[in-house]
């Protein structure tokens, strides 16, 4: 009957729900046992359950999430969450593109999820303020800031701000999204790169390419502290 309740509506019900329908007429539970009953019914579907506390993706059943449930039960939302063959695709596609030698992602929501969120939430503050990035990139870069339900993440917000006709779903989805991830994390030695280049132009020094930079050095020396312009100086120093 839990089961039905929760497949009836996609937002899921919260436990308040839940008790309700075990108090009633033919289970007629007693209170006592319905946070036992809970505990035990989120357990055997944590795999297939998305627990929810105060609107909070929580990523596990833990002691604090059980004393809320005490406390509480109407603060808690469960939602069931069923995989197609497109959405499993999807997990295992961006968990073998975002494994590095160092760290595997396991093809779960959950870590894939998470990974996704970290490599966005290390970027450098340039990138997280630019304006110069293109659609998707600025998409995830956004939904990396703010997301905090992993499954919403990967099967909603995604495939409606990155996907299109054509890669909405599965490996190509993962393709768009890593293609995306990765125009983030280039863009800022990319700003540096060309930064440079236009510095070394502007100065008219053709060394850069070669590492000779003792011409520059000495024409740096010349204008050190000759015009009292503070920020020339810190720069002819470096």
């Not at 961006?94 to 396991?106: F, G, N």
Request: include cysteine; charge should be neutral; aromatic fraction near 6%.
């Amino acid at each position: 009957a839990g089961e039905r309740l929760l497949m009836e509506s996609a937002a899921g019900c919260s436990l308040s729900e839940l008790f309700d329908l075990w108090r009633a007429p033919p289970f007629g539970v007693r209170d006592g046992l319905l946070s036992i009953l809970a505990v035990a019914f989120l357990l055997t579907r944590v795999e297939r359950a998305a627990i929810y506390l105060d609107g909070v993706f929580r990523q596990q059943l833990d002691s604090f999430l059980v004393d809320r449930l005490l406390q509480d039960p109407g603060a808690i939302r469960v939602r069931l969450v069923e995989l197609s063959d497109l959405d499993a695709n999807l997990i295992s596609e961006l968990a073998r593109r975002l494994s590095t030698d160092e760290s595997i992602v396991a093809p779960s929501a959950l870590d894939v999820a998470r990974a996704l969120v970290a490599d966005v939430r290390a970027l450098p503050l340039w990138t997280m303020r630019t304006a110069s990035l293109s659609k998707a990139a600025t998409a995830l870069r956004g939904l990396g800031q703010t997301s905090h339900d992993p499954n919403q993440l990967l099967f909603e917000d995604l495939p409606r701000a990155i996907g299109d006709e054509g890669n909405s779903q599965g490996a190509l989805l993962a393709k768009a999204v890593d293609t995306a991830r990765r125009e983030l994390r280039a863009a800022y030695p990319k700003m540096l790169a060309e930064l440079a280049t236009t510095l070394m132009n502007e100065l008219r020094f053709k060394g850069a390419e070669s590492g000779d930079y003792g011409p520059l050095h000495r024409r740096a020396a010349n204008v050190r502290g000759v015009t009292g312009n503070y920020r020339l100086d810190a720069l002819a120093l470096r």
